[in-house]
């Protein structure tokens, strides 16, 4: 199977005024194409890190890290900007989406930088709202909807562009049990459905279950893989 | 329109009250600015409108101004003998030989303020055709009749047709009012050219005034009377000569109003830097996610440049409908240059417009560069932590 993802000898450090913080520590990971993987592990573990750093919103110290066959360490800040938009769909735990723009536009904004005209726009936008179940709530403000739909908003948002892999940090961490459960349905329907490349990083086993492969970082450390029942 | 563009207009509507206080700021400035600017132009379009392109005026050489200007009688006949100027239909000269003097008056308001007496002849309105009599007539020859513009008699006190005015050592009555547009001869007094010298004891003229047969001819009557060794006078297209008188008052006005647009401005732009920097803080975390989501640290930029010059052009724009009103107003100064009172409009102009409208965006730039900087310099992890 081809990996999509490559993550090969990656450390990462923060500063915290004189002490340096390592937060991940040789890290090497293969992602296939078509994986749906959820990263669990402790707070302060390093799952959101590994996570920026795979979407290209964060550099390592070290290592090599290759999306689709290009090494993003190497793409300057600019490039890795454009790459970002054409190749990385992101989900927030708390949705992000922009307050004063509908639920359309803010499907629309990524497209933007896609060179599509504005008809091309709107058709995809609707698109990926209609894939989420949602094109009744075009003209909807994020104030106007409820926290599950705010999310399926902000998937549409990430899958509206067809990118390469699609990152969720920690997608259900604000969402009550039931708008969780659909979101959750929803990423699993893009993997199986759409063969859409997912790697989410949660603390809840329930969201963690919902994924083919479960990896555990702790203290930096990646450990082995493991196959969900899914 | 783009997202991106409504994202900046919503964020403006967002916060109301902030971005009407900011753009107030930025209207008071454009309204000052533009409307000295009007001032200026007024003042110059007034007496740029008092001359003719076909008439000559003819001065002392090196007098600023007709007050400033002695013309000998003999010389005045010897101008007069020019082949180019054009004659009436009783084939005499269409020229005039006219004194200006200056008196002082009292305003409407009770201040007094200086006002030019012209001595004229029977051929000064058929030489300035834009000056029509309204009510009234003109003075006689030999009488000690005035007769006002339609701008005096508005802004001083008794100019009614038939009061009385005492000057010069004698009482002179309104028979007339006449109307000279937008332009200086609304501002004077109009007196019999010989009743004039008499009364102020004057042996010379100030200026010579003819018509032009040939408007083109105007080079050969310089040079003639530039050339004569018997003349030390000079010739100026009439419509130059007034273009001169608001020079330096024009050019005051612009200074001034640019100075104090300059100071003003600075609270204005300190006004808007705060609104910007207070939108960037309050908009880190959609910044981070603008940025996840493949916007460049210029994009950034500009959203935020935009934002800050879509405030200041509203408020430019707001600047102008104020200032706009102002053209409704006519306003009565002292005009350095001649020593005299001088009543004209404001105008507004499709390059004060334009001036206004870039110093508008100036503005926006000024106050909005530094926030749109540290907003584009947002490192994205950081900016997705603020929540």
Partial sequence: ????????????????????????????????????????????????????????????????????????TTLSEDELARWRAFHVGFIFQFYNLIPVLT???????????????????????????????????????????????????????????????????????????????????????????????????????????????????????????????? | MTPLVIYNLRNIRTRRLTSLLTGLGMAFVVFVFSSVMMMAEGLERALVDTGSYDNVIVIRRAAQAEVQSTIPRNEASIVETLPWIEKDIDGRNLSERELVVLISLLKKDGSPSNVVIRGTGEKSLSIRRQVRLKEGRMPRP?????????????????????????????????????????????????????????????????????????????SFVKRAIETDPRLSLEAKREIDFYKEQSEVMARFLRILGSSFSI???????????????????????????????????????????????????????????????????????????????????????PGIVLKSLVFSIIMGIAGGILPALRASRLNIVNALRTG
Wanted: aromatic share 8%.
């Fill in chain 1, 1 to 72: 199977m081809n990996n999509i993802v490559e993550l090969i000898e990656i450390t990462k450090s923060y500063r915290r005024g004189s002490e340096i913080i390592s937060v991940l520590r040789d890290i090497n990971l293969s992602i296939p194409q078509g994986e749906f993987l959820a990263i669990m592990g402790p707070s302060g573990s390093g799952k959101s890190t590994l996570l920026n750093l795979i979407a290209g919103i964060d550099r390592p110290d070290s290592g090599r890290i290759i999306v689709s066959g290009i090494d993003i």
């Fill in chain 2, 142 to 218: 030999g009488s000690t009749e005035i007769a006002a513009g339609t701008s005096i008699k508005k802004g001083f006190q008794g100019l009614e047709p038939g009061s009385r005015l005492r000057f010069a050592l004698r009482e002179w009555t309104v028979v007339g009012i006449f109307d000279a547009g937008n332009t200086a001869f609304s501002s004077e007094i109009w007196a019999d050219i010989d009743s004039l010298m008499q009364a102020f004891r004057r042996p010379v003229y100030s200026s010579l005034v003819f018509k032009l047969r040939d408007p083109e001819d105007f």
């Fill in chain 1, 103 to 230: 639920a359309f536009e803010n499907v629309e904004l990524p497209l933007l930088l896609t060179g599509l005209s504005k008809g091309e726009r709107r058709e995809h936008a609707i698109t990926a709202l209609k894939i989420v179940g949602l094109e009744h709530r075009l003209n909807h403000y994020p104030s106007q909807l409820s926290g599950g739909e705010q999310q399926r908003v902000a998937i549409a948002r990430a899958i509206v562009t067809d990118p390469s892999i699609i990152v969720a940090d920690e997608p259900t961490g604000d969402l009550d049990k039931y708008s969780a459960e659909q979101v959750l349905d929803l990423l699993a329907g893009l993997n199986s459905q759409f063969n859409k490349t997912i790697i989410m990083v949660t603390h809840d086993p329930r969201a963690a279950a919902k994924a083919k492969t479960i990896r555990h970082l702790d203290k930096g450390i990646l450990n082995a893989t493991r196959e969900t029942s899914f």
């Fill in chain 2, 263 to 349: 100071v003003f401005s600075l609270g204005a732009i300190i006004g808007a830097m705060i609104t910007m920097y207070a939108q960037v803080s309050n908009r880190i975390q959609e910044i981070g996610t603008l940025r996840v989501l493949g916007f460049q640290k210029r994009d950034i930029l500009m959203s935020f440049l935009l934002e800050s010059v879509m405030l200041s052009l509203a408020g430019g724009i707001a600047g102008l409908i104020f200032s706009s009103f102002l053209q409704f107003y006519t306003v009565s100064t002292l005009n350095w240059q001649t020593f005299s009172e001088l009543a004209f409009r404001f105008r507004l102009t």
